[in-house]
């Protein structure tokens, strides 16, 4: 039962959910969350056109998240660092292969998932029990190289992402962030920094979490 109740928490961090934030790389002063706003559905958001998913192989730093899920806004949970590593499909009807390590509970856990690709090179599928808990995963921009921006969706709700190749990046960067953020009405209010140090590079057996 404390494995199941540990394995959701993880899910729904590695979601779209948004955290106390954490001690990180640039302070801003963050007014309180306004009342919830309709956000603008996925499909409104540009992709980056011409997206070479190879290039975005290896690892990457989870630096920001933006996002309004009322359930950790209100339990408040801590953020730790997190890393994503990304295997390129090895043919065309081949997954995006994404794993996640990260820390619950002073614990390092993976998390083993499949993107599925699509007809759009920067748009992917993470399929849920149901239809309905499918999460839409868009590549709306990147240089490969130090940053890439990702756009989540799930049941209406929004999650934007920012990573990079290290634990810093341009405060131009974030700021191009934020602008595409607010877009969303995902402003400075829901947008929480995360750690750049205490990351996991394995986890044992049994804090693996295989969702293929």
């Known amino acids: 039962m404390m494995r199941i109740c540990v394995c959701v928490l993880l899910l729904v961090l590695l979601g779209l959910g948004v955290f106390d934030p954490a001690d990180g790389r640039r302070t801003r ?10 956000e603008k559905p996925v499909e409104e958001i540009t992709p980056a056109k011409d997206i070479d998913i190879h290039q975005m192989s290896g690892k990457w730093y989870l630096l920001t998240v933006a996002s309004r899920c009322q359930h950790l806004l209100e339990k408040g949970f801590k953020v730790e660092g997190t890393t994503i590593t ?25 998390i083993q998932q499949h993107y599925e690709t699509t007809k759009i090179t920067s748009r992917f599928l993470l399929k849920g029990n149901m239809p309905v808990m499918n999460t839409e995963i868009t590549v709306i921009d990147t240089d490969y190289r130090s940053y890439a921006i990702l756009v989540y969706k799930r049941m209406k709700k929004i999650t934007m992402k920012l990573y990079g190749r290290s634990t810093q990046v341009p405060d131009a960067i974030v700021d191009k962030f934020e602008e595409l953020a607010k877009k969303l ?11 750049d140090y205490g990351f996991c590079q394995s986890a044992d057996k049994e804090y693996t979490l295989v969702m293929t």
Request: net charge positive; hydrophobic share 30%.
């Open 86 to 110: 990304l295997t390129p499909p090895a043919s065309t009807n081949s997954p995006l292969k994404v794993s996640t390590f990260t820390k619950l509970n002073y614990q390092c856990w993976e």
């Open 29 to 38: 002063f963050k007014p309180k969350p306004k009342d919830k706003t309709e």
């Open 185 to 195: 009405n995902l402003g400075l209010d829901v947008i929480f920094q995360f750690p």
